[in-house]
């Protein structure tokens, strides 16, 4: 399959509609703070479009199905 | 307390080996009464310094050990870990001992049964002294614990431990204990093992149970021993490891023999040493001590060959999306309705973790799926990998930020877990054990890692450096 385009980098509405969407209660100054480590994870988890992962299930016990 | 503690002659016998202690148990020339009130007259003397402690358990301790006195005496002698005192990091469950989790939410927490691993560790003979300091909720890396104090390296008290189970780490490495059990879903066995000079093993998934662990992240949780040597690692892993029905992931494959080839030694076994990743970003003296440790398995006869690991680095985005995700369903109950009895910092990786989207976790355990089939093959070629347990020696108390010399910056938990943290996404089995120390005197850790269940063959490979060096001799000048 062919290497997805990678998503926008996330921004700081975003991050709120999403941190709004769990309903935590989380003041406006931490909100601040959770902006680059989200932001860096979420640019992470596209660096793993590089594997096959269409061959591939989600990981679910996996030593005993292997075993 | 008793001055007599910290005489040359105490600290022999409080830092002896677990396997030599027990010979002298079983002997009867110590006392598990008086070993006991040793490490008790140790705790009260030194723990003041290190933290290590959240809860000492005193008279329950010295009960049991009266209680296992009377059974040796009575020729009813259970094996290596009768009358030995240990201590459990306070994630495990304790009947009747409150269980803190490093947390202020579960600070009145008393469990009305014991952890699996303790339960077994109590049948073992086992004597319990007490619950050791930890991360809040065992998420991060520095053991500073912003509700039960800042645990200190024994080597250096202006160090950091290590985490999460830095409090195990600095009781077994300052003769506070004769051993102890950790937890470690991102390295936090190994990595504070490292750091504080000592041998600390984390099993293959599904080899011990986590019932009555408080988790972190279920997918990635691992129970195991932290210890002075790799043969006491091998009798507490014997202890703990098997099937539990309580627990869903375990395994039950048989438990073999840890014991059996410990001194076997690495005369035609074949180990990697990864070309990719475990190298980059690692102070010069640490790739130093590990590549002559490396060496030097080749000298006792091991067959060391460089290896590629193309996709090592992508078990960061994989490992961290699911520890993220899964203690933010965890926690998402105390999150919602006590948001201020969290630290600020373990607070913020929570929210982090509740903004992880699903189709994202789900990525992340197909990518994990991946990495295990690759992983896997590369185990047909070699029997072990050698690689760094930390990149760094022990960051300093006040330190939030590694700089490297190509200008990149890490904070100490992402920089201290990097090695560490592949092989719980892959679950397969890791030690880390003393191969040097730093110009400034720290503990260097060398990792060794195996294909599913071959526990044996890191220990096998673990003790073979171990007896061939002379680094787990020392100790720290402040015990």
Redesign the interface.
């Known amino acids: 399959m062919p290497t997805p385009p990678s998503r926008p980098s996330l921004d700081r509405a975003t991050?709120d509609a999403?941190?709004a969407a769990?309903?935590?209660?989380?003041a406006p100054d931490?909100r601040d703070?959770?902006l680059p480590?989200?932001r860096a994870?979420?640019e992470?988890?596209d660096?793993?479009d590089?594997?096959?992962?269409h061959?591939?299930?989600?990981?679910?016990?996996?030593?005993?199905a292997?075993? | 307390m008793p001055e007599s503690a910290t005489s040359p002659e105490a600290r022999a016998l409080a830092l002896l080996p677990v396997a030599a202690l027990a010979e002298r148990l079983r002997r009867r020339e110590v006392s598990p009464v008086e070993i006991t009130r040793l490490y008790l007259d140790r705790i009260a003397a030194l723990d003041p310094t290190l933290s290590a402690f959240i809860t000492v358990t005193a008279d329950q301790a010295l009960a049991e050990a009266a209680a296992a006195e009377r059974e040796i005496a009575a020729g009813h002698y259970r094996g290596p870990l009768h009358g030995v005192p240990v201590a459990l990091k306070d994630l495990f469950y304790t009947a009747g001992v409150r269980t803190t989790a490093g947390s202020k939410i579960l600070a009145d927490f008393v469990p009305a049964e014991d952890a699996t691993v303790v339960a077994r560790l109590r049948v073992a003979g086992a004597i319990s002294l007490g619950k050791t300091n930890l991360e809040e909720f065992a998420f991060g890396a520095t053991s500073i614990n912003p509700h039960y104090g800042a645990c200190r390296n024994p080597w250096d008290p202006t160090r950091i431990a290590g985490g999460s189970s830095g409090g195990s780490a600095a009781a077994v490495a300052a003769g506070l204990c004769g051993a102890a059990l950790g937890t470690d879903s991102g390295g936090s066995i190994r990595q504070p093992s490292a750091l504080c000079g000592l041998v600390g093993l984390k099993p293959?998934?599904?080899r011990v149970s986590r019932h009555g662990v408080v988790p972190l992240s279920w997918?990635q949780d691992h129970v195991g021993p932290m210890t002075r040597t790799v043969r006491d690692a091998a009798l507490v892993l014997q202890a703990i490891a098997g099937h539990d029905p309580r627990d869903?992931?375990s395994?039950?494959?048989p438990v073999p023999d840890y014991l059996a080839d410990l001194e076997a030694g690495v005369r035609g076994l074949r180990l990697g040493l990864p070309r990719d990743f475990f190298f980059d970003r690692v102070e010069p003296e640490i790739a130093a001590a590990v590549r002559a440790a490396a060496q030097t398995l080749a000298g006792l006869g091991a067959r060391v060959e460089e290896i590629p690991l193309p996709?090592a680095?992508?078990t960061?985005?994989?490992g961290?999306?699911i520890l993220?995700a899964e203690a933010a369903a965890y926690h998402?109950p105390w999150?919602?309705a006590r948001?201020a009895d969290y630290g600020?910092l373990v607070?913020?990786?929570l929210?982090?973790g509740?903004?992880?989207?699903a189709t994202?976790y789900?990525?992340?355990?197909?990518?994990?799926?991946?990495?295990?089939?690759e992983t896997?093959r590369l185990f047909a070629d070699v029997d072990a990998l050698l690689t760094p347990t930390v990149p760094v020696a022990a960051p300093r108390q006040d330190g939030d930020r590694i700089r490297w010399p190509d200008g990149t910056e890490e904070d100490v938990r992402g920089a201290t877990l990097r090695f560490t943290r592949p092989f719980n996404l892959l679950?397969f089995p890791a030690i880390s054990v003393p191969c040097g120390f730093t110009a400034d005197g720290l503990p260097i850790g060398l990792q060794i890692v195996a294909g599913?269940?071959a526990e044996r063959t890191v220990l096998q490979v673990a003790r073979a450096y171990e007896a061939a060096t002379a680094w787990g001799a020392r100790h720290p000048a402040v015990c």
């Open positions: 991050l999403l941190l769990t309903g935590l209660p989380i931490e703070a959770l480590p989200t994870l979420y992470a988890l660096g793993l590089a594997l096959p992962l061959a591939h299930e989600p990981a679910a016990h996996f030593y005993l292997a075993e | 293959t998934y599904g997918s869903a992931a395994s039950p494959a996709h680095h992508l960061y985005a994989a961290a999306t993220f998402e999150l919602r948001p600020p607070r913020a990786r929210h982090v509740a903004a992880i989207l994202d789900l990525k992340a355990q197909r990518a994990r799926a991946a990495l295990v089939e896997r679950g599913p269940f």
